[in-house]
Protein backbone atom coordinates (compact mmCIF):
# COMPACT_ATOMS: atom_id res chain seq x y z
CA UNK A 1 0.00 0.00 0.00
CA UNK A 2 3.36 2.40 0.17
CA UNK A 3 3.28 2.38 -3.45
CA UNK A 4 -0.60 4.05 -3.49
CA UNK A 5 -0.19 6.21 -1.15
CA UNK A 6 2.98 7.53 -2.52
CA UNK A 7 1.12 7.75 -5.58
CA UNK A 8 -2.01 9.28 -4.22
CA UNK A 9 -0.28 12.09 -2.41
CA UNK A 10 2.22 13.04 -4.98
CA UNK A 11 -0.94 13.68 -7.48
CA UNK A 12 -3.62 15.46 -5.60
CA UNK A 13 -0.81 17.78 -4.85
CA UNK A 14 0.11 18.53 -8.11
CA UNK A 15 -3.11 18.47 -9.27
CA UNK A 16 -4.29 21.63 -6.99
CA UNK A 17 -4.26 24.31 -9.57
CA UNK A 18 -3.66 22.72 -12.58
CA UNK A 19 -4.87 23.19 -16.27
CA UNK A 20 -7.65 19.74 -15.30
CA UNK A 21 -8.46 21.30 -12.07
CA UNK A 22 -9.33 24.60 -14.14
CA UNK A 23 -10.91 22.25 -17.20
CA UNK A 24 -12.75 21.00 -14.36
CA UNK A 25 -14.03 24.24 -13.26
CA UNK A 26 -15.03 25.10 -16.58
CA UNK A 27 -16.81 22.44 -17.42
CA UNK A 28 -19.05 22.51 -13.86
CA UNK A 29 -19.62 25.77 -14.82
CA UNK A 30 -20.49 25.54 -18.31
CA UNK A 31 -22.55 21.85 -17.60
CA UNK A 32 -24.12 22.23 -14.12
CA UNK A 33 -24.18 18.29 -14.08
CA UNK A 34 -21.54 17.02 -11.71
CA UNK A 35 -22.34 13.32 -12.31
CA UNK A 36 -21.44 13.22 -15.86
CA UNK A 37 -18.64 15.52 -15.21
CA UNK A 38 -17.14 13.30 -12.65
CA UNK A 39 -17.33 10.08 -14.40
CA UNK A 40 -15.60 11.38 -17.43
CA UNK A 41 -12.70 12.44 -15.40
CA UNK A 42 -12.67 9.09 -13.72
CA UNK A 43 -12.48 7.48 -17.18
CA UNK A 44 -10.63 9.75 -18.64
CA UNK A 45 -7.77 9.40 -15.92
CA UNK A 46 -7.81 5.88 -15.42
CA UNK A 47 -7.15 5.20 -18.99
CA UNK A 48 -4.61 8.56 -18.96
CA UNK A 49 -2.68 6.95 -16.60
CA UNK A 50 -2.67 3.62 -16.73
CA UNK A 51 -0.89 4.20 -19.98
CA UNK A 52 1.24 6.72 -18.40
CA UNK A 53 2.35 4.16 -15.11
CA UNK A 54 2.34 0.96 -18.32
CA UNK A 55 4.99 3.48 -20.43
CA UNK A 56 6.48 3.72 -17.29
CA UNK A 57 6.91 0.10 -16.18
CA UNK A 58 7.91 -0.93 -19.74
CA UNK A 59 11.03 2.12 -19.65
CA UNK A 60 11.78 1.01 -15.83
CA UNK A 61 12.78 -2.72 -17.79
CA UNK A 62 14.91 -1.55 -20.33
CA UNK A 63 17.06 0.32 -18.05
CA UNK A 64 19.95 -1.12 -14.98
CA UNK A 65 19.01 -0.14 -11.45
CA UNK A 66 21.13 2.03 -10.97
CA UNK A 67 20.28 4.12 -14.32
CA UNK A 68 16.54 3.56 -13.13
CA UNK A 69 17.17 5.59 -9.67
CA UNK A 70 19.10 8.59 -11.05
CA UNK A 71 16.84 8.90 -13.98
CA UNK A 72 13.64 8.17 -11.55
CA UNK A 73 15.33 10.69 -8.84
CA UNK A 74 16.44 13.29 -11.26
CA UNK A 75 12.92 13.73 -13.08
CA UNK A 76 11.42 13.90 -9.76
CA UNK A 77 13.55 16.55 -9.18
CA UNK A 78 12.31 18.68 -12.68
CA UNK A 79 8.65 17.75 -11.25
CA UNK A 80 9.32 19.73 -8.16
CA UNK A 81 10.36 22.53 -9.95
CA UNK A 82 7.69 22.48 -12.95
CA UNK A 83 5.45 21.78 -10.22
CA UNK A 84 5.95 25.64 -9.00
CA UNK A 85 4.55 26.51 -12.57
CA UNK A 86 0.74 27.83 -12.54
CA UNK A 87 -1.28 26.29 -15.15
CA UNK A 88 -3.60 27.78 -17.34
CA UNK A 89 -6.24 26.23 -20.10
CA UNK A 90 -6.03 27.26 -23.38
CA UNK A 91 -9.18 28.97 -24.52
CA UNK A 92 -10.04 26.62 -27.54
CA UNK A 93 -8.93 23.31 -25.66
CA UNK A 94 -11.71 20.73 -25.72
CA UNK A 95 -14.06 22.91 -27.78
CA UNK A 96 -14.58 20.30 -30.58
CA UNK A 97 -16.43 17.98 -28.05
CA UNK A 98 -18.34 19.86 -26.33
CA UNK A 99 -21.47 19.31 -28.45
CA UNK A 100 -21.42 15.87 -27.90
CA UNK A 101 -22.81 15.77 -23.96
CA UNK A 102 -21.47 16.44 -21.00
CA UNK A 103 -19.99 13.31 -20.28
CA UNK A 104 -18.14 12.24 -23.90
CA UNK A 105 -16.91 16.30 -23.65
CA UNK A 106 -15.37 15.94 -20.10
CA UNK A 107 -13.83 12.31 -21.06
CA UNK A 108 -12.12 13.48 -24.14
CA UNK A 109 -11.46 17.31 -22.69
CA UNK A 110 -9.71 15.60 -19.39
CA UNK A 111 -7.91 13.06 -22.06
CA UNK A 112 -6.15 15.18 -24.26
CA UNK A 113 -5.68 17.91 -21.15
CA UNK A 114 -3.77 15.37 -19.28
CA UNK A 115 -1.52 13.92 -22.23
CA UNK A 116 1.93 15.34 -21.11
CA UNK A 117 1.03 17.33 -17.71
CA UNK A 118 2.82 16.78 -15.04
CA UNK A 119 0.22 14.74 -13.03
CA UNK A 120 0.70 12.45 -16.22
CA UNK A 121 4.62 12.64 -16.51
CA UNK A 122 4.87 11.80 -11.93
CA UNK A 123 2.16 8.87 -12.99
CA UNK A 124 4.73 8.35 -15.53
CA UNK A 125 7.66 8.33 -13.18
CA UNK A 126 5.99 6.63 -10.31
CA UNK A 127 5.01 3.76 -12.88
CA UNK A 128 9.20 2.94 -13.47
CA UNK A 129 10.13 3.12 -10.10
CA UNK A 130 7.25 1.70 -7.99
CA UNK A 131 5.53 -1.58 -7.87
CA UNK A 132 2.62 -2.85 -8.35
CA UNK A 133 1.99 -1.12 -11.53
CA UNK A 134 -1.97 -1.25 -10.40
CA UNK A 135 -1.35 0.96 -6.90
CA UNK A 136 0.66 3.13 -8.91
CA UNK A 137 -2.84 3.91 -11.29
CA UNK A 138 -5.42 3.34 -8.74
CA UNK A 139 -3.07 5.82 -6.18
CA UNK A 140 -2.66 8.68 -8.98
CA UNK A 141 -6.42 8.14 -10.11
CA UNK A 142 -7.51 8.69 -6.71
CA UNK A 143 -5.15 11.61 -5.94
CA UNK A 144 -6.62 13.39 -9.04
CA UNK A 145 -10.49 12.91 -8.49
CA UNK A 146 -9.56 13.86 -4.54
CA UNK A 147 -8.99 17.21 -6.20
CA UNK A 148 -11.40 17.29 -9.29
CA UNK A 149 -14.22 16.30 -7.44
CA UNK A 150 -14.77 18.60 -4.80
CA UNK A 151 -13.60 21.27 -7.62
CA UNK A 152 -16.36 20.37 -9.50
CA UNK A 153 -18.96 20.06 -6.88
CA UNK A 154 -18.06 23.13 -4.89
CA UNK A 155 -17.74 24.94 -8.64
CA UNK A 156 -15.63 27.98 -8.87
CA UNK A 157 -16.72 30.55 -6.37
CA UNK A 158 -15.35 28.68 -3.25
CA UNK A 159 -12.36 27.22 -5.59
CA UNK A 160 -11.14 30.85 -6.03
CA UNK A 161 -10.16 30.16 -1.84
CA UNK A 162 -7.75 27.76 -2.07
CA UNK A 163 -4.14 29.29 -1.69
CA UNK A 164 -2.81 27.70 -4.94
CA UNK A 165 1.08 29.69 -4.18
CA UNK A 166 1.52 27.19 -1.02
CA UNK A 167 -0.18 24.17 -2.60
CA UNK A 168 1.96 24.35 -5.04
CA UNK A 169 5.12 25.00 -2.97
CA UNK A 170 3.86 21.75 -1.12
CA UNK A 171 3.49 19.57 -3.86
CA UNK A 172 6.78 20.55 -5.21
CA UNK A 173 8.63 19.56 -1.74
CA UNK A 174 7.10 16.57 -1.98
CA UNK A 175 8.18 15.52 -5.64
CA UNK A 176 11.47 16.99 -4.59
CA UNK A 177 11.75 14.98 -1.15
CA UNK A 178 10.23 12.11 -3.55
CA UNK A 179 13.53 12.91 -5.76
CA UNK A 180 16.15 12.66 -2.88
CA UNK A 181 14.93 9.64 -1.38
CA UNK A 182 14.93 7.89 -4.65
CA UNK A 183 18.46 9.09 -5.30
CA UNK A 184 20.01 8.71 -1.59
CA UNK A 185 18.64 4.99 -1.23
Do not use: C
Amino acid sequence: MHTLWIAFAGVALAELGDKTQLLSLVLAARYRRPWPIVLGILVATLVNHALAALAGAWLGTLLTPTLQRWLVGISLLVVATWTLKPDHIDADEGSPALARGVFVATTLAFFLAEMGDKTQIATLILGADLHPYWQVVAGSTLGMLVVNVPTVWLGARYAQRIPLKLTRTLAALLFAALGLWVLLR
